[in-house]
């Protein structure tokens, strides 16, 4: 069975910052794409960043120059450094991974990040 573990949420001042951290594990396939998405209260889930096998990397726009994707393949893991958070930062974050080459799709459970200034 596949999981995704998700871990590094937390509560951080405004301008602080935060490195969230998914490991994968359970897989009987190979992974293409891996990233992140997010949800704030009362708002649709959003992308936030992804990296694709071949470490290209795509960012929304409000988070471009703060927010750094990366994966490790050996260890099946993907990591979202986040810097100068700012309120509009919070919400839950969910990892995601897309398989190869059926392209499905494979979610974590999110974890909380919280601007609390």
């Known amino acids: 069975q596949v999981q995704l573990v998700e871990s590094g949420g937390g509560s951080v001042q405004a301008g602080g910052s935060l490195k969230l951290s998914c490991a994968v594990s359970g897989t009987t396939f190979s992974i293409n794409s891996m990233g992140w998405y997010r949800q704030a209260p009362g708002k649709q889930r959003e992308l936030v960043a992804t990296?694709?096998?071949?470490?290209?990397?795509n960012y929304a726009d409000s988070v471009k120059g703060r927010f750094t994707i990366s994966r490790n393949n050996a260890k099946n893991t993907v990591y979202l450094q986040m810097n100068s958070l700012n309120p509009e930062d919070t919400a839950v974050y969910y990892c995601?991974?897309?398989?190869?080459?059926?392209?499905?799709?494979?979610w974590g459970q999110g974890t909380q990040v919280t601007d609390s200034s």
């Open positions: 995601n991974v897309v398989d190869f080459p059926w392209s499905r799709n494979y």
């Open positions: 990296i694709s096998s071949t470490d290209i990397t």
